[in-house]
């Protein structure tokens, strides 16, 4: 958000009379509504925004997992790793459910992090021909380091919202995704 956008959210918050807030959405939707007045282009004004702000969502999530020498897929099996809470470690099948990706995928991308020194392989104490895969020091080190850094970003991305408009978002995208998670929801198309 640019600062000019924060300092006009804030006046609204505290009171102060300035013209309603704009976005390129705004121009966006006039435009096919002048264009095309047979349709009702009302979704575009939430789901054109949700578009947007998961861009830039993208490059905030990208730079700090580039701080950290991490791609977005090292970091997506490092934190499933890391949320496990000690010893930080999953069987190969259940990263795979973490992180939705094929299984060779997930043995290349195991092997690639194993090089690096952030997991390691051992093992499995009840399964024999099976292997646990676990954070190294180093890769619980480097996971906790670009948490911090991501959320410090993303805090960034919401400073237009107080807290209680943060949870009525949060409320609302859940009401949204729900019925995907859960399979449930429309297929588009």
């Known amino acids: 958000m640019s600062r000019d956008m924060l300092l006009a959210m804030k006046e609204q918050r505290d009171g102060a009379v300035r013209p309603p807030l704009r976005d390129e959405v705004d121009d966006?939707?006039?435009?096919?509504?002048?264009?095309r007045p047979d349709l009702d282009v009302e979704p575009l004004q939430v789901l054109s925004r949700v578009s947007r702000l998961a861009r830039h969502l993208d490059r905030a999530r990208k730079a700090a997992f580039a701080a950290h020498q991490l791609e977005t897929w090292e970091f997506d099996v490092l934190s499933?790793?890391?949320?496990?809470?000690?010893?930080?470690?999953?069987?190969?099948?259940?990263?795979?459910?973490?992180?939705?990706?094929t299984s060779g995928t997930m043995t290349n991308r195991i092997d690639r992090l194993a090089?690096?020194?952030?997991?390691?392989?051992?093992?499995?104490?009840?399964?024999?021909?099976?292997?646990?895969?676990?954070?190294?020091?180093r890769g619980l080190a480097v996971a906790d380091a670009a948490l911090a850094d991501l959320l410090q970003r993303e805090r960034k991305l919401l400073t237009g919202l107080d807290p209680a408009q943060r949870r009525e978002l949060a409320g609302l995208l859940r009401v949204i995704l729900a019925p995907f998670d859960s399979g449930t929801g429309p297929v588009p198309g």
């Open 28 to 35: 966006l939707v006039a435009s096919w509504q002048a264009e």
């Open 80 to 101: 499933a790793l890391r949320r496990q809470g000690a010893p930080y470690q999953l069987s190969p099948g259940a990263l795979l459910r973490a992180t939705l990706v």
């Open 115 to 137: 090089d690096a020194g952030l997991v390691g392989r051992r093992p499995d104490p009840l399964d024999k021909r099976g292997v646990l895969v676990t954070l190294t020091t």
